[in-house]
């Protein structure tokens, strides 16, 4: 599928999803494109990988606030 039929693909669905509402074509069809190249973005970026000092499952701020609470 190329870029264009991505987009009005994507359109479509935002179309779809807010009701289908006359009047918004444009507004939906930018909506598409700014969506479509954010995932390219993140695609030539590549996967997210976890930053291994961080415990799974745990959360940063809770712990650094924890810390302040017993000092």
């Keep these: 599928m190329d870029r264009e039929d991505r987009i009005r693909q994507r359109a479509h669905e935002i ?3 807010e009701g289908r ?3 918004r074509e444009r ?3 930018d909506q598409a494109v700014q969506e479509i190249e954010a995932e390219g973005s993140e695609a030539e970026r590549g996967p ?3 930053d291994p000092t961080v ?5 940063p701020e809770a712990r650094g606030s924890k810390r302040r609470r017993g000092t």
């Design 48 to 50: 997210v990988v976890p």
């Design 55 to 59: 415990e799974a499952g745990s959360d």
């Design 27 to 29: 507004e939906h069809w």
């Design 21 to 23: 509402p006359q009047g």
């Design 15 to 17: 179309w779809e999803r």
